[in-house]
């Protein structure tokens, strides 16, 4: 398994239920079974604002919230077969005045919150002159979003005849040559 032993990654054994293994405060590992409460499909900077879209599946709701750290937001929820759409604005300018990592939730009326998780591709790096709003997954899928200066991602590596091999992306706007200092 690629990453951290003590943060193993979960697998999605069917569509919507994931076996996630967990660390305990007491050093035990717990194999937990957790269903996909809210999942988040797609993240596109429209205008001044970054716009958050997911998907509920079960029951139909057509009002509620979303999160962002302890930040309540307006959210738009529209049913649909098998579940609910919802789409969040998040205004640019206020990202990019936040220092931390944030976590994002869905506060469906009627329902509790739910973290939203991202599933396959679904990170995004949006580029805002030499600054980034990144929408990426925690060790446990969940989407966060953080804005930070423009940095360097490790996309692939590789190990073959004693040679370490790292592939990545920098999509620094400024031209010229870069150095890698390792």
Known sequence: AIGRTERPAGLEITPGRWIRPVWTSDRAMQIVLQPTRAELTGATLVGEAIELSGFLPGRPVTKGRAR?????????????????????????????????????????????????????EAEVRLLLGDREIAVLRDRRDRATIAAHRIRPVITEVSWADGVLTLRGEYPDPAEGPRELTL
């Open 68 to 120: 962002i750290g302890g930040h309540r937001v307006n959210a738009d929820f529209h049913p649909v077969p098998g579940g609910t759409r919802f789409v969040v604005w998040l205004p640019v300018s206020a990202l990019l005045k936040e220092k931390e990592v944030r976590r994002l939730w869905i506060e469906p009326r009627g329902m509790p919150a739910a973290s939203l998780l991202m599933k396959g």
